[in-house]
């Protein structure tokens, strides 16, 4: 594999870490969903490079539902919510940004700690994937653990899907990508027509999932 | 017959989202269920060849016989609970054809699941499983049953994710030793190749697998969702969802667990398994002494029991393999018969509230009785068969490592408390409450309690034979 393939593959992957990050000091629910949907671009275009290189037109298929479905359709759906729910500016986080980067700092130092030793086998290509993968979904818990507010933890969990193609494309000739992702997408359709549906906001006058505590009757 | 098992729930689901009759659909989802299980016995007898995406061999046929079994009885006990909703008027009709068709897909996730030669096959079945249990446990649109349908859904979701990591890192590690393809990903190439794969590589996956589906299994410290999901969901859910759905969870980890144990260079997968199988153990008996509300006080009781069964199959070896499997049958088993028993209590009593609840044997013998053995069992005195597998858990594990049977002795006297505890005050005393006369479905909670009562006393050579055959295979 010639070194500027690698390079453009690196770049996605790294890129992808960047948005992730990006992602962690958000402060408003609009450029909150902004930054989601560059996510999702640069995951399909990495994608896209991953089926070109590796020469797995089937992988074109991948890269298009992220781009169609994670890239323009779930933002804009997201950005109705928003709108209708009356949360344009609300993020809670529960620790400060600060705190909140140098964590992830931390769990991107990890991720290529504990990857790059043992990908040894899995060629270079594989390996900077796997290590990146693997930090953009350290990234993703992180936000879902540092926000309340439930349509920020949607977008933590759909990060972390992100990362997830991303490693399943990095593994070179690995069956049945295209039918996860399907799956996968499935997933996050229903958790986005799960905010929805459900109405949270209608319910319990507030999306901050901490409520639940109330309904449980353990109280005495 | 492999494809029937299969087939026959996925048509069912499809007719039952068109049919209108609610009658009409609650029967067919008992006749599905029953051709179902027909199915899985035949299975029993004649075993197909393993093909690249499915296989039978001697560890599923177990889970997928429990599996339609229980999925069979639950749906008679679903038919008359439903129809008591309906009545009531806490479903609609529409709701209800969603229901019965939810039901057919679950059985689909979790049968495909289990039948899987491939791991990714596998994890889009129990995606799938989850997936059809979120939409049902926030059925009754009640806050409380959207909230915890919304946490099952979140911690369900994540859990998922980490185990795809730990399954795209499983295929890496293969790709080396079988080279690109789908064999890379079949079980019975897997466990024969083991050996030759990359230890490290393996190491990392099995903790991200262990992690993502033993968020499933509901092991402590991952559990959160279970006691939300088991309280605010339909009764036959509660039952499918412990009975069933936890089993199959388990089972994948099994299926890594074996892969771990042929490559010599790898982690011992055992101590892990038998960490967090004692810490839910322990924390569960501990926390069954705060609950108020009956399904919540069952749903830790999971908790605590599937992690015997992980503490059990962590500690390895022919007997305590042998044990942990015969305590996970007989677990489902007590486990939906007291949700069907519960089930119709909280419909008669209309409350979950334990406090609301006295003197059952007095209003209702056969319910209160039914519970009362069912605890009895699943509390783990004799002569129930739950008591014959804790017993041989615990003893071997004295052999073995006897601080750990210490600890893990200790716990099940602290559950056995609160359970009868509990049971104390559900069934004896004055009764409260209402006395409506009980439309209940006695046969499925009788099958069951009397198989369980039956394990404890005569375990059938055969069957003795059959799970010991399993365990030493399980290594």
Redesign the interface.
């Known amino acids: 594999m010639d070194q500027i393939a690698l390079d453009v593959a690196h770049l996605f992957a790294g890129g992808l870490v960047l948005v992730s990050f990006m992602l962690l000091y958000q402060d408003r629910m609009t450029g909150l969903i902004n930054i989601f949907a560059l996510h999702a671009l640069v995951v399909s275009l990495s994608v896209a490079w991953q089926a070109h290189i590796q020469g797995a037109p089937h992988l074109y298929i991948t890269a298009a539902i992220a781009l169609g479905v994670k890239a323009v359709v779930i933002p804009l759906a997201l950005h109705r919510i928003v709108v209708r729910l009356g949360i344009h500016r609300t993020i809670e986080p529960v620790v400060g940004v600060g705190q909140t980067m140098l964590a992830g700092i931390g769990l991107v130092a990890l991720s290529i700690m504990v990857m790059l030793p043992i990908t040894a086998q899995a060629g270079t290509l594989a390996r900077e994937d796997l290590s990146f993968a693997l930090s953009v979904i350290l990234l993703g818990l992180l936000m879902m653990i540092s926000r309340r507010n439930a349509v920020s933890q949607v977008i933590g969990f759909m990060s972390i899907e992100n990362g997830l193609i991303l490693a399943a494309t990095g593994a070179k000739g690995m069956p049945l990508v295209v039918e996860i992702s399907v799956a996968f997408s499935i997933l996050v359709a229903l958790i986005v027509i799960g905010i929805f549906l459900f109405r949270i906001r209608e319910r319990f006058e507030t999306v901050d999932i901490h409520l639940l505590h109330e309904h449980r009757g353990e109280q005495p | 017959m492999i494809y029937a098992i299969l087939l026959i729930p996925a048509v069912a689901a499809a007719l039952l989202a068109v049919l209108p009759d609610d009658r009409t659909s609650a029967r067919l989802n008992v006749v599905a269920s029953l051709l179902t299980l027909a199915c899985a016995l035949v299975l029993l007898v004649e075993r197909p060849a393993p093909g690249p995406f499915l296989i039978v061999d001697d560890l599923n046929v177990v889970f997928i016989v429990l599996s339609t079994l229980v999925g069979f009885t639950t749906s008679v006990f679903s038919a008359s609970y439903i129809a008591h909703e309906l009545e009531v008027g806490h479903l609609t009709p529409a709701y209800l054809r969603f229901y019965h068709a939810m039901y057919q897909l679950l059985m689909f996730g979790m049968n495909l699941a289990l039948l899987s030669n491939?791991v990714?096959?596998m994890?889009?079945a129990v995606?799938?499983a989850t997936?059809t249990t979120v939409l049902m446990v926030?059925i009754y649109r009640t806050?409380?049953a959207?909230?915890?349908?919304?946490?099952y859904?979140?911690l369900g979701?994540?859990g998922?994710?980490?185990a795809?990591?730990g399954t795209?890192?499983v295929?890496?590690a293969a790709?080396?030793v079988l080279g690109?393809?789908?064999d890379?990903?079949a079980w019975s190439e897997l466990v024969e190749h083991a050996a030759d794969f990359?230890p490290?590589?393996l190491?990392?996956s099995f903790v991200f697998l262990l992690l993502g589906y033993g968020t499933k299994v509901g092991l402590v410290p991952l559990h959160a969702w279970l006691p939300?999901a088991h309280a605010e969901g339909p009764t036959p859910i509660s039952a499918v969802l412990s009975g069933l759905l936890l089993n199959v969870a388990l089972f994948a980890v099994l299926r890594f667990k074996s892969v771990m144990a042929a490559n010599p260079l790898a982690l011992a997968p055992g101590p892990l398994m038998v960490s967090l199988g004692l810490l839910s153990v322990v924390f569960a008996s501990f926390m069954l002494y705060?609950?108020?509300?009956i399904k919540?006080l069952f749903a830790y009781s999971s908790i605590e029991h599937m992690g015997i069964v992980t503490f059990a199959f962590g500690m390895g070896g022919t007997l305590a393999n042998f044990a942990g499997l015969l305590h996970m049958t007989l677990h489902s088993l007590t486990k939906s018969a007291i949700f069907f028993c519960v089930g119709h209590i909280a419909q008669i009593k209309g409350t979950q509230?334990m406090a609301d609840i006295r003197g059952l044997t007095a209003s209702h013998p056969v319910l209160g009785w039914g519970l009362a053995l069912g605890v009895v069992a699943i509390a783990g005195l004799p002569p129930m068969g739950i008591f014959m597998t804790e017993f041989l858990i615990v003893t071997s594990t004295f052999a073995r490592e006897p601080a750990l049977a210490v600890a893990l002795g200790l716990s099940l006297l602290v559950a056995f408390g609160a359970l009868l505890l509990r049971l104390n005050g559900l069934a004896f005393g004055e009764p409260v409450g209402s006395r409506a006369p009980a439309q209940a479905s006695f046969v499925p909670i009788a099958l069951h309690l009397a198989l369980v009562a039956v394990a404890g006393i005569w375990l059938p050579p055969a069957l003795v034979a059959w799970f010991q055959h399993v365990a030493a295979l399980m290594k």
């Not at chain 2, 959207?146 to 946490?151: D, G, Q, R, S, T």
């Not at chain 2, 705060?290 to 509300?293: F, I, L, S, V």
């Open positions: 491939n990714g096959l994890w889009v995606e799938l997936l926030g806050p409380a959207l909230e915890a349908a919304w946490k859904f979140l979701s994540v998922i994710a980490l795809l990591f795209i890192l295929y890496l790709r080396s690109e393809g789908l890379a990903m990359d490290a590589l190491n990392l939300d705060r609950r108020q509300d919540r509230r």
